[in-house]
Structure formats: C-alpha cells, structure tokens
C-alpha cells in the first residue's frame, strides 16, 4: 500500500543549529512529494514541492529538500534555524499517475531553543 | 487574495445539534477537500471534489455530508454532531489532484 513515513514524532533544536526532517515513502513509481508547514493555530501553507527534475529543491523561508530515489527519502533541511520556524511539518505524496490521491505523513513537531 | 475562506472559525455545538461549515475558494480551483486534524493522526480525508456538482468519500467520512453547488464553495454538514467530532477542520483546494493543496485556516469545532 501507498505510504508516507515521517520517523520522528518531535525534534527540538537550538536557534542558529541545522535542521533536517526526515520523510519516506513507499509508492511503486515515483510520486510527486510536498512538504507543508502548519504555524500554531493556523493552516497548512506549501514550503516546497518535487514533480521531476533536479533533485534538490529550494522552497520558501530558507528550506530545501532532496530527493533520493534509492533510499525512497524526500528529506527535508535548513542550514540554520530560527525560533520563527517553531511549527509541525508535514510530508505528502501523490501519485503521478491517474489515482492521484494525496497521501500525509503524521507530521514533525518541531521546537526551537533559544 | 482571499485564498481559501473557512466560515466559521470557532463553533461550540452540543451532542445532536446540526451545523454547516462553509469553505470558499477564489482561485478558480477543481478540486476541493475537507480534512479534519486530530492530535497524533495527522490530517484524515472526510470529503472531496474533483468539480462543480461533484463529491467523493474520503477515508473517514461517516457522519459528515457535503455540497459542490458552485465551484467556488464547499460545504462540510454535520446533520447529528457527536462528541467524536470535535476536532479542527481544514478545507483545501487545488488545480487538480497532483497539484499542491492551498489551505484555509481552519474551524475549530467543539461537541459537548
């Protein structure tokens, strides 16, 4: 069956220290990978996104991901954090397809330490 | 740029009492969803539309009925609230369904 594995449940790390959130997936072709980031009490809000192409992506607010089709991995990372990117994480996959269903991963909570 | 407009944004509801949440969209967007977000389980599917007129189950959608009469608005009903329906619920749309989901922020739904 089609799934998207998030191992950790919650990291913290200190503010200025490098991030990288792990995110696995299991899909008989290659899918189309996101990773979305949900602030406190707000929704979620796409950080960045991977069809085909250049495996390292760049996103929004600093992150960037890499795909790796051998370790199945869409890995997210930031060379440097800040206290503002306290959040959860959220990994998702879709088939690229006719069955284009999205599937989530759980998420990451991530804290940040001053 | 609105996005995508969840109405409304608290509700408190007792156990029986029947509500509509409302979602708006003004991207122009196919496809719509309704998810809710519980502690521990990520984001579950309730419903979706792939269109105008158009509704498909998603994978928890017992108790919950929807609505695609124009294409701009989506409707999540509640016709018996039950206390296992507390939880915070979040639409989304999209171009279609390989393209990233844009999210409105949310109602948070209390069932007492």
């Known amino acids: 069956a089609q799934s998207v594995t998030q191992p950790d449940i919650h990291i913290t790390v200190s503010e200025g220290a490098s991030l990288e959130l792990r995110c696995n997936y299991s899909y008989g072709a290659t899918p189309y990978l996101f990773w979305y980031v949900q602030s406190p009490g707000q929704g979620l809000q796409l950080l960045l996104k991977?069809?085909?192409?250049d495996t390292l992506v760049q996103g929004i607010k600093g992150f960037e991901a890499e795909f790796k089709r051998s370790q199945s991995s869409f890995n997210l990372r930031k060379p440097s954090v800040h206290w503002s990117d306290a959040a959860e994480y959220f990994c998702a996959a879709v088939n690229a397809g006719n069955n284009r269903k999205l599937i989530w991963g759980l998420g990451t909570s991530l804290a940040v330490n001053p | 740029n609105a996005g995508v407009t969840q109405t409304p944004k608290f509700r408190v509801l007792k156990t029986g009492q029947s509500m509509t949440l409302l979602c708006a969209q003004d991207?122009?967007?196919?496809?719509m969803y309704w998810y809710r977000q519980d502690p521990g389980m990520g984001l579950r599917l309730i419903h979706y539309s792939v269109g105008e007129g158009t509704t498909a189950k998603g994978e928890v959608p017992d108790g919950y009925n929807v609505s695609r009469l124009k294409k701009q608005n989506f409707l999540l009903g509640l016709e018996s609230a039950a206390p296992s329906q507390t939880s915070v619920y979040f639409c989304?749309?999209?171009?279609?369904?390989?393209?990233?989901?844009?999210f409105g922020d949310g109602t948070r739904l209390s069932i007492l």
């Open positions: 991207m122009n967007h196919e496809y």
């Open positions: 991977y069809f085909s192409g």
């Open positions: 989304a749309s999209s171009m279609e369904g390989s393209q990233p989901q844009h």
